[in-house]
């Protein structure tokens, strides 16, 4: 397998790199200081004037839309294997995939608008999400079943006449609280008493449809991801034309596994670009600081841990590309192994790799001075977003024992 970069992604790596150097290093602790600003006035949902600020600009310099594939309505969205390195770059910052109109939910809402979407759906939403114009959110967990089995989703979707009739509680729906969020792909049941995963199907919900509630953020380790936010949403009696369900009733369960399988290995191309930004960090402060005597870098436990980070750093890398590259020569389908593999690799790795770089930090590195406990908290929610590790272990598991 060659992984060798061409020269279009070396060319847009560069560009990339220096669009993050010029515009988005230097100004990180703009964006943390207008959220508070903004929470301090009373609402930090407000999205930043930073990032949209920053966005005509990544326009103007070619760095828009890269994540979408195959799409005529965004000619310059790469392939998974040569997206791998930019997607890798973005997610050294939290905050910048938005920048470049490449951010979670949006990305996957906009994979599922070109894949399962009427050419109408898709002049109404799509288009307006990829100007960057509009937000979504994906509403599918829910907080009274394990949703970890998607064919647990109780939410109803029940016909009547011309309408879908909505009802349930969401949460973990991120975006939500954004004022700008205009769109949601709702997950629900249509039919109980049909085949398993048959029963369920997706539908599109505008934001302002009367009903609709957005009840609290919910924290992950006390940080509420403002202005992004992870919503709890409840559905009342909520009604949208029959025309916005995506395909079909009984297509929910599929479009799940069609969206999250590019979700997922974005995710991870993410988690690989903060473990790098992690080794930085820490070993910037192994050198800075003296203990016993001599600095933290010369002394012995810490070469174990700084090469075991590089080791698994370039491993889950190595796998990512694999999975991207399988992904675009024979389909989502055929790499299922590859990205349920990927998304327990890099997660984990990114976690792990963080955890040391708080340890080097001593008590610095678990307090808000420093971004890494943070990130971590963003990366150890990964180990639960799109399918638990458990999930993915069991998938494996049944492909590899499937395979004698």
């Known amino acids: 397998m060659d992984f060798s970069y061409s020269p279009k992604v070396i060319e847009l790596q560069n560009r990339l790199l220096a669009f993050m150097d010029e515009h988005i290093y230097p100004n990180e602790h703009i964006f943390h200081s207008e959220v508070e600003a903004n929470r301090s006035a009373g609402n930090a949902w407000i999205p930043t004037k930073l990032i949209e600020n920053l966005k005509p600009k990544a326009q103007a310099a070619g760095l828009w839309n890269l994540f979408l594939p195959k799409s005529a309505r965004a000619p310059q969205g790469l392939n998974n294997l040569e997206y791998a390195p930019l997607c890798e770059i973005m997610g050294r910052v939290h905050f910048a995939p938005e920048i470049f109109n490449c951010n979670a939910p949006d990305t996957g809402n906009m994979e599922t608008l070109e894949r399962y979407a009427t050419e109408s759906q898709k002049d109404e939403w799509l288009e307006p999400l990829l100007q960057g114009k509009i937000r979504s959110a994906f509403l599918m967990t829910e907080p009274e079943v394990a949703s970890s089995d998607a064919t647990n ?9 011309d309408e879908y009739v909505i009802n349930g509680r969401k949460w973990w729906s991120s975006g939500a609280g954004d004022p700008r969020c205009a769109i949601y792909i709702v997950m629900g049941k249509t039919d109980p008493e049909a085949p398993k995963h048959t029963q369920q199907s997706m539908i599109l919900v505008p934001s302002n449809t009367p009903g609709i509630r957005v009840l609290r953020p919910l924290t992950v380790f006390g940080y509420d991801d403002a202005p992004h936010g992870h919503m709890e949403v409840l559905l009342e009696n ?3 034309p029959a025309s916005n369900i995506l395909l079909g009733e009984g297509r929910g369960f599929e479009i ?3 969206r999250l399988g590019p979700g997922r290995i974005h995710h991870c191309m993410r988690s690989i670009g903060i473990a790098e930004r992690a080794l930085e960090w820490m070993c910037k402060r192994l050198k800075e600081r003296v203990a016993f005597g001599k600095p933290l870098a010369e002394q012995g436990v810490w070469h174990e841990r700084i090469a075991e980070a590089r080791c698994m750093i ?3 890398r190595l796998l990512t590309l694999k999975a991207a590259n399988t992904m675009d020569i024979a389909g989502n389908k055929v790499a299922r192994a590859e990205i349920a593999m990927i998304k327990v690799v890099a997660p984990n790795m990114a976690c792990q790799i963080l955890d040391w770089a708080i340890q080097a930090h001593g008590g ?10 943070y990130n971590y908290s963003w990366q150890r929610i990964l180990r639960l977003a799109d399918g ?8 494996i598991a049944k492909i590899e024992l499937g395979k004698r």
């Open 364 to 373: 610095a590195g678990v307090s808000g001075d420093f971004p890494i406990a």
């Open 153 to 161: 989703i109780q939410c109803s979707i029940v016909r009547d006449g």
């Open 314 to 316: 370039d491993q889950a």
């Open 238 to 240: 909520v009604r949208v």
């Open 388 to 395: 638990p590790d458990e999930v993915h272990r069991a998938a």
């Open 256 to 258: 799940a596994q069609g």
